[in-house]
Protein backbone atom coordinates (compact mmCIF):
# COMPACT_ATOMS: atom_id res chain seq x y z
CA UNK A 1 0.00 0.00 0.00
CA UNK A 2 2.94 2.59 0.68
CA UNK A 3 3.92 2.42 -2.99
CA UNK A 4 0.01 3.24 -4.25
CA UNK A 5 -0.11 5.46 -1.45
CA UNK A 6 3.47 7.22 -2.82
CA UNK A 7 2.28 7.28 -6.43
CA UNK A 8 -0.93 8.36 -5.85
CA UNK A 9 0.20 11.76 -4.49
CA UNK A 10 2.81 12.04 -6.47
CA UNK A 11 1.23 12.16 -9.59
CA UNK A 12 -1.85 13.62 -8.24
CA UNK A 13 -1.58 17.68 -9.44
CA UNK A 14 -0.42 16.25 -12.98
CA UNK A 15 -3.68 14.20 -12.98
CA UNK A 16 -6.21 17.01 -11.81
CA UNK A 17 -5.04 19.54 -14.88
CA UNK A 18 -5.49 15.99 -17.60
CA UNK A 19 -9.16 16.29 -15.83
CA UNK A 20 -9.60 19.90 -16.26
CA UNK A 21 -9.20 19.42 -20.26
CA UNK A 22 -11.18 16.89 -20.86
CA UNK A 23 -13.77 18.16 -19.25
CA UNK A 24 -13.68 22.10 -20.78
CA UNK A 25 -13.13 19.99 -23.89
CA UNK A 26 -17.04 18.57 -23.35
CA UNK A 27 -18.48 21.75 -22.42
CA UNK A 28 -17.28 23.15 -25.73
CA UNK A 29 -18.31 19.98 -27.84
CA UNK A 30 -21.67 20.30 -25.78
CA UNK A 31 -22.55 23.51 -26.14
CA UNK A 32 -22.13 24.29 -29.79
CA UNK A 33 -23.54 20.88 -30.65
CA UNK A 34 -26.95 22.43 -31.49
CA UNK A 35 -25.98 24.99 -33.75
CA UNK A 36 -24.26 22.67 -36.26
CA UNK A 37 -27.53 19.86 -35.94
CA UNK A 38 -30.59 22.99 -36.37
CA UNK A 39 -31.83 22.38 -39.58
CA UNK A 40 -30.07 24.47 -42.48
CA UNK A 41 -27.21 25.46 -40.62
CA UNK A 42 -24.91 26.94 -42.17
CA UNK A 43 -22.08 25.38 -40.62
CA UNK A 44 -23.33 22.23 -42.07
CA UNK A 45 -23.89 24.05 -45.76
CA UNK A 46 -20.32 24.47 -45.22
CA UNK A 47 -18.98 21.71 -44.56
CA UNK A 48 -21.01 19.53 -47.33
CA UNK A 49 -18.76 21.61 -49.85
CA UNK A 50 -16.02 20.13 -48.73
CA UNK A 51 -14.41 16.52 -50.81
CA UNK A 52 -15.63 13.38 -49.55
CA UNK A 53 -12.16 12.25 -48.79
CA UNK A 54 -11.12 15.13 -47.15
CA UNK A 55 -14.13 14.78 -44.71
CA UNK A 56 -13.05 11.24 -44.14
CA UNK A 57 -9.49 12.09 -43.03
CA UNK A 58 -10.72 14.61 -40.75
CA UNK A 59 -13.18 11.84 -39.33
CA UNK A 60 -16.06 13.93 -40.57
CA UNK A 61 -19.44 11.93 -41.13
CA UNK A 62 -22.40 13.87 -42.57
CA UNK A 63 -24.76 11.46 -41.68
CA UNK A 64 -23.09 11.33 -37.83
CA UNK A 65 -23.74 15.09 -37.97
CA UNK A 66 -27.14 15.03 -38.30
CA UNK A 67 -27.63 13.33 -34.84
CA UNK A 68 -26.95 15.00 -31.34
CA UNK A 69 -23.73 13.09 -30.10
CA UNK A 70 -22.32 13.20 -34.05
CA UNK A 71 -19.79 16.23 -33.69
CA UNK A 72 -18.57 15.29 -30.11
CA UNK A 73 -18.42 11.93 -31.57
CA UNK A 74 -16.70 12.95 -34.64
CA UNK A 75 -14.74 15.63 -33.94
CA UNK A 76 -14.23 15.75 -30.26
CA UNK A 77 -13.62 12.20 -30.25
CA UNK A 78 -10.35 12.22 -32.55
CA UNK A 79 -9.06 14.38 -29.23
CA UNK A 80 -10.12 12.39 -26.55
CA UNK A 81 -8.52 9.02 -28.17
CA UNK A 82 -5.71 11.32 -28.34
CA UNK A 83 -5.73 12.93 -24.70
CA UNK A 84 -6.59 9.44 -22.83
CA UNK A 85 -3.60 7.74 -24.75
CA UNK A 86 -1.32 10.16 -24.34
CA UNK A 87 -2.16 10.85 -20.56
CA UNK A 88 -1.81 6.78 -20.08
CA UNK A 89 1.50 6.39 -21.53
CA UNK A 90 2.79 9.60 -19.76
CA UNK A 91 1.38 8.31 -16.41
CA UNK A 92 2.89 4.90 -17.07
CA UNK A 93 6.21 5.76 -18.01
CA UNK A 94 6.55 8.16 -15.13
CA UNK A 95 5.39 5.02 -12.55
CA UNK A 96 7.42 2.39 -14.09
CA UNK A 97 10.68 4.02 -16.43
CA UNK A 98 10.30 6.67 -14.32
CA UNK A 99 12.35 4.82 -11.35
CA UNK A 100 15.04 4.01 -13.54
CA UNK A 101 16.09 6.98 -14.83
CA UNK A 102 15.93 8.08 -11.18
CA UNK A 103 18.11 5.49 -10.21
CA UNK A 104 14.75 4.74 -7.15
CA UNK A 105 14.62 1.38 -8.02
CA UNK A 106 17.42 0.11 -6.75
CA UNK A 107 15.97 1.89 -3.45
CA UNK A 108 12.64 0.02 -4.13
CA UNK A 109 14.55 -3.32 -4.78
CA UNK A 110 15.83 -3.36 -1.61
CA UNK A 111 12.81 -2.99 0.50
CA UNK A 112 11.72 -6.51 2.01
CA UNK A 113 9.02 -6.71 -0.82
CA UNK A 114 9.06 -8.47 -3.88
CA UNK A 115 9.54 -7.35 -7.42
CA UNK A 116 5.39 -9.41 -8.17
CA UNK A 117 4.08 -7.17 -5.17
CA UNK A 118 5.76 -3.71 -6.65
CA UNK A 119 4.69 -4.01 -10.07
CA UNK A 120 1.12 -5.07 -8.98
CA UNK A 121 0.66 -1.87 -6.94
CA UNK A 122 1.97 0.44 -9.30
CA UNK A 123 -0.30 -1.40 -11.78
CA UNK A 124 -2.72 -0.68 -9.25
CA UNK A 125 -2.29 3.37 -9.12
CA UNK A 126 -2.25 3.44 -13.12
CA UNK A 127 -5.86 1.65 -13.01
CA UNK A 128 -7.14 3.39 -10.53
CA UNK A 129 -6.41 6.90 -12.26
CA UNK A 130 -7.82 5.45 -15.60
CA UNK A 131 -10.63 4.35 -13.89
CA UNK A 132 -11.00 8.16 -12.17
CA UNK A 133 -10.34 9.54 -15.43
CA UNK A 134 -12.64 7.67 -17.08
CA UNK A 135 -15.43 8.22 -14.93
CA UNK A 136 -14.99 11.97 -14.77
CA UNK A 137 -15.27 12.09 -18.58
CA UNK A 138 -18.33 10.08 -18.62
CA UNK A 139 -19.83 12.31 -15.86
CA UNK A 140 -18.61 15.65 -17.70
CA UNK A 141 -20.55 14.14 -20.91
CA UNK A 142 -23.82 13.55 -18.70
CA UNK A 143 -23.87 16.81 -17.34
CA UNK A 144 -23.06 18.85 -19.95
CA UNK A 145 -25.13 17.11 -22.82
CA UNK A 146 -28.12 16.88 -20.33
CA UNK A 147 -28.07 20.79 -19.69
CA UNK A 148 -27.54 22.02 -22.88
CA UNK A 149 -29.12 19.16 -25.52
CA UNK A 150 -32.11 16.99 -24.94
CA UNK A 151 -32.48 13.68 -27.22
CA UNK A 152 -29.10 12.61 -26.92
CA UNK A 153 -28.78 8.84 -26.07
CA UNK A 154 -26.55 7.74 -22.55
CA UNK A 155 -25.74 4.18 -24.38
CA UNK A 156 -23.89 6.48 -27.03
CA UNK A 157 -22.30 8.65 -24.49
CA UNK A 158 -21.63 5.73 -22.50
CA UNK A 159 -19.73 3.64 -25.59
CA UNK A 160 -17.62 7.22 -25.77
CA UNK A 161 -16.19 6.74 -22.61
CA UNK A 162 -16.01 3.23 -22.46
CA UNK A 163 -13.49 3.51 -25.82
CA UNK A 164 -11.56 6.20 -24.49
CA UNK A 165 -11.03 3.45 -21.39
CA UNK A 166 -10.14 0.58 -23.34
CA UNK A 167 -7.64 2.31 -25.40
CA UNK A 168 -6.11 3.87 -22.46
CA UNK A 169 -5.36 0.52 -20.83
CA UNK A 170 -3.93 -0.61 -24.11
CA UNK A 171 -1.30 1.88 -24.24
CA UNK A 172 -1.01 2.33 -20.85
CA UNK A 173 -0.01 -1.55 -21.27
CA UNK A 174 2.23 -1.03 -24.52
CA UNK A 175 4.22 2.29 -22.33
CA UNK A 176 4.45 -0.46 -19.50
CA UNK A 177 5.88 -2.99 -21.77
CA UNK A 178 8.64 -0.90 -23.08
CA UNK A 179 9.55 0.97 -19.75
CA UNK A 180 10.65 -2.28 -18.08
CA UNK A 181 11.96 -3.20 -21.61
CA UNK A 182 13.96 -0.13 -22.22
CA UNK A 183 14.13 1.64 -18.71
CA UNK A 184 14.08 4.87 -20.31
CA UNK A 185 11.46 7.13 -20.03
CA UNK A 186 11.96 9.52 -22.89
CA UNK A 187 12.45 6.72 -25.16
CA UNK A 188 9.57 4.88 -23.92
CA UNK A 189 7.28 8.49 -24.53
CA UNK A 190 8.73 8.86 -27.78
CA UNK A 191 8.40 5.24 -28.64
CA UNK A 192 4.92 5.05 -27.26
CA UNK A 193 3.54 8.08 -28.52
CA UNK A 194 5.03 7.61 -32.10
CA UNK A 195 2.75 4.06 -32.07
CA UNK A 196 -0.33 5.93 -31.21
CA UNK A 197 0.29 8.30 -34.26
CA UNK A 198 0.89 5.89 -36.56
CA UNK A 199 -1.99 3.63 -36.14
CA UNK A 200 -4.37 6.80 -35.44
CA UNK A 201 -2.61 7.67 -39.59
CA UNK A 202 -3.41 4.20 -40.51
CA UNK A 203 -7.01 4.51 -39.16
CA UNK A 204 -7.93 8.30 -40.74
CA UNK A 205 -5.42 9.19 -43.75
CA UNK A 206 -6.19 6.19 -45.72
CA UNK A 207 -9.65 5.83 -45.28
CA UNK A 208 -11.36 6.08 -48.73
CA UNK A 209 -8.11 4.53 -50.52
CA UNK A 210 -8.90 0.84 -51.14
CA UNK A 211 -5.54 0.24 -51.73
CA UNK A 212 -4.30 0.93 -48.41
CA UNK A 213 -7.41 -0.77 -46.76
CA UNK A 214 -5.39 -3.26 -45.17
CA UNK A 215 -3.41 -0.84 -42.97
CA UNK A 216 -6.73 0.50 -41.62
CA UNK A 217 -7.55 -3.16 -40.23
CA UNK A 218 -3.75 -2.91 -38.33
CA UNK A 219 -4.99 0.36 -36.66
CA UNK A 220 -6.68 -0.57 -33.22
CA UNK A 221 -9.63 2.86 -34.06
CA UNK A 222 -10.76 1.27 -36.74
CA UNK A 223 -12.89 -1.38 -34.47
CA UNK A 224 -13.37 1.24 -31.91
CA UNK A 225 -14.96 3.50 -34.13
CA UNK A 226 -17.13 6.63 -32.88
CA UNK A 227 -18.75 7.46 -35.77
CA UNK A 228 -19.78 3.54 -35.93
CA UNK A 229 -21.27 4.24 -32.72
CA UNK A 230 -23.48 7.40 -33.66
CA UNK A 231 -24.77 6.10 -36.44
CA UNK A 232 -25.90 2.58 -35.30
CA UNK A 233 -25.93 2.87 -31.27
CA UNK A 234 -24.71 -0.23 -31.18
CA UNK A 235 -21.14 -0.56 -28.88
CA UNK A 236 -18.66 -3.34 -30.13
CA UNK A 237 -18.06 -5.11 -26.92
CA UNK A 238 -15.88 -7.94 -28.69
CA UNK A 239 -13.38 -5.27 -29.93
CA UNK A 240 -13.25 -4.11 -26.99
CA UNK A 241 -12.65 -7.46 -25.38
CA UNK A 242 -10.06 -8.19 -27.33
CA UNK A 243 -8.19 -5.26 -27.63
CA UNK A 244 -8.45 -5.64 -23.44
CA UNK A 245 -7.06 -9.39 -23.78
CA UNK A 246 -3.87 -8.06 -25.83
CA UNK A 247 -3.22 -5.11 -23.02
CA UNK A 248 -3.42 -8.23 -19.88
CA UNK A 249 -0.97 -10.39 -22.40
CA UNK A 250 1.25 -7.15 -22.70
CA UNK A 251 0.79 -7.02 -18.67
CA UNK A 252 1.70 -10.31 -18.09
CA UNK A 253 4.94 -10.40 -20.04
CA UNK A 254 5.73 -6.96 -18.54
CA UNK A 255 5.72 -8.67 -15.17
CA UNK A 256 8.02 -11.91 -15.50
CA UNK A 257 10.25 -9.82 -17.28
CA UNK A 258 10.33 -7.01 -13.95
CA UNK A 259 10.63 -10.07 -11.54
CA UNK A 260 13.53 -11.60 -13.50
CA UNK A 261 15.30 -8.31 -15.24
CA UNK A 262 18.21 -6.58 -14.20
CA UNK A 263 18.95 -3.15 -14.15
CA UNK A 264 20.52 -1.33 -16.36
CA UNK A 265 22.94 1.09 -14.67
Request: some cysteine.
Amino acid sequence: MIIIKKELKFNLKNFIIWVIVVVLFVFMYASVTKFFTDQNSPAIKFIEKFPENLLKTFNIDLEAFSKTEGIFGTEGMLFMFLIFAIYAIVLSSKIFAGEFDNKTVEYLFIKPINRKRIFCEKLFAIWLYLITFFSFFLLSELMFFNMYLDDFRTKVLFGFAAYVFVISILFSSISIFFSILFQKRKFVNSLSIALLFLFYFFNSVTQGVDTFEFLRKISVFHYLSSVDLVNTGKINYLSMFVILFVSLTLLYFSKKRFENQDILI
